[in-house]
Structures are given as C-alpha cells and as structure tokens.
C-alpha cells in the first residue's frame, strides 16, 4: 500500500504562490490515480483536484479552475499542485489521497474514491 508524504504548506499573502508536493512510497505508484482535497475550519473536506494514473485525464473543483494546476512525475513518485492566485479562503489544510489503483482512466471527485491519505499540509492565505 502507498504512504503519502504532503509538503510544501505555509503562510502567504493573497495573490501569492505555492507549490504543494506529494511523495508516495510503497505501492505501485504509476498505476495510481491521485487527488488534492482540503478541509477548512468548521467545513468537510472537499476535492481540489485530481489525475489519473497517466497525468492525461484531470479535474479541478469549480472554484480552483484557471488557478491552481495538478501535476505528476512518475520517476520521482510524486505529485504537485501548483496554486496561484491565492485567496484568503483557500486557507485550508491541504491532503494527499492516493486511489485503489489498477490505472484507471477517470479521476476520482470523492472521498470514497481514494483509499489512503497523507497527514496534510496547512495552506494560510492572509488578506
């Protein structure tokens, strides 16, 4: 089974950048669909954005589009999300998920999609 390691989390100003990093250890991760979810104060954790197994099928939550961007390097067994823009209520903690595997084409939006997690990555965004 894959372990997930997220990094990359901090404090910056609205406008600003950050690049989040995924690393996975153990399991086959070029078989594996992989996802960004985050979870405000007082909020269920919601989907950010997802990729397949190949990179070439991706998805984003309606409020992220044209700002944030998913990325993965198979040769490094590691995922990005690159997030521009930055607003204040993108403040969250940011979490890794890592699906079932088995190379499936669509990206999973759901929890129940994904079947292991990293420990997440706070994301503070001030105004």
């Known amino acids: 089974q894959v372990q997930l390691e997220e990094s990359g989390g901090g404090l910056v100003q609205a406008g600003g950048s950050l690049r989040l990093s995924c690393a996975a250890s153990g399991g086959t991760f070029i078989k594996t669909g992989m996802g960004w979810f985050r979870q405000s104060p007082g909020k269920e954790r919601e989907f950010v954005a997802g990729?397949?197994?190949?990179?070439?099928?991706?998805d984003y939550a309606d409020s992220v589009k044209g700002r944030f961007t998913i990325s993965r390097d198979n040769d490094k067994n590691t995922v990005y999300l690159q997030m521009n823009s930055l607003k204040p209520e993108d403040t969250a903690v940011y979490y890794c998920?890592?699906?079932?595997?088995?190379?499936?084409?669509?990206?999973?939006?759901?929890?129940?999609?994904?079947?292991?997690w990293g420990q997440g990555t706070q994301v503070t965004v001030s105004s």
């Open positions: 990729i397949n197994w190949s990179g070439l099928s991706l």
């Open positions: 998920a890592a699906d079932r595997g088995g190379r499936r084409w669509h990206v999973g939006l759901g929890e129940n999609d994904y079947e292991t």
